[in-house]
T-cell receptor, first 112, second 116 residues
């Protein structure tokens, strides 16, 4: 069961790029890495998902090195509305079972 | 986009009573739904995996007789908290996966349960 480690909190000024790294040393071959964003008293929202190398969508990029023991979520030019908790999730859906381990999350505070 | 709803959004109940929370996938079929619990300032904790037409799979430490899960159709899963106690007060969140899709989970807005 892959365990994830993230920084507890980060601060950033508006307009800056923010990189949040998640460590998952025990990641297995079948595991995917997914990042979610959560605002207070709301369900998480999908940001991005990847298996290896780099993935980019309209809101973020995800960098995964070759050993896959970590991943970095990159948020370009953050705004105040990006203030939230960001979770790294390692998912194993092999053999029909589900191993879902949410990290403790990184509370991002964007400062004007 | 894929939308998941939960009902109710919040509920207050007395200790010893039971509460049912519904999770619906509104515009897609979900063969698998997940139920999470989240205490204040903590991460999400997976409680159980709900598969349509079969018994739910509970995580270690989660009492299956206390948290009854029914996934009767491809769009509806319910979580019933039986004989609720104040320590069951929490934020309950469901998620669903589109049948045959990737690993992305679509989360509901959550249900705030307060047991008095």
């Amino acid at each position: 069961l892959a365990k994830t480690t993230q920084p507890i909190s980060m601060d950033s000024y508006e307009g800056q790029e923010v990189n949040i790294t998640c460590s998952h040393n025990n990641i297995a071959t079948n595991d995917y890495i997914t990042w979610y964003q959560q605002f207070p008293s709301q369900g998480p929202r999908f940001i991005i998902q990847g298996y290896k190398t780099k993935v980019t969508n309209e809101v973020a990029s995800l960098f995964i090195p070759a050993d896959r023991k970590s991943s970095t979520l990159s948020l370009p030019r953050v705004s105040l509305s990006d203030t939230a908790v960001y979770y790294c999730l390692v998912e194993d859906s092999g053999a029909g079972s589900y191993q879902l381990t949410f990290g403790k999350g990184t509370k991002l505070s964007v400062i004007p | 986009g894929a939308v998941v709803s939960q009902h109710p959004s919040w509920v207050i109940c007395k200790s010893g009573t039971s509460v049912k929370i519904e999770c619906r996938s509104l515009d897609f079929q979900a063969t698998t739904m997940f139920w999470y619990r989240q205490f204040p300032k903590q991460s999400l904790m997976l409680m159980a995996t709900s598969n349509e037409g079969s018994k739910a799979t509970y995580e270690q430490g989660v009492e299956k007789d206390k948290f009854l899960i029914n996934h009767a159709s491809l769009t509806l899963s319910t979580l019933t908290v039986t004989s609720a106690h104040p320590e069951d007060s929490s934020f309950y969140i469901c998620s669903a996966r589109i049948a045959g899709d990737s690993y992305e989970q679509y989360f509901g807005p959550g249900t705030r349960l307060t047991v008095t």
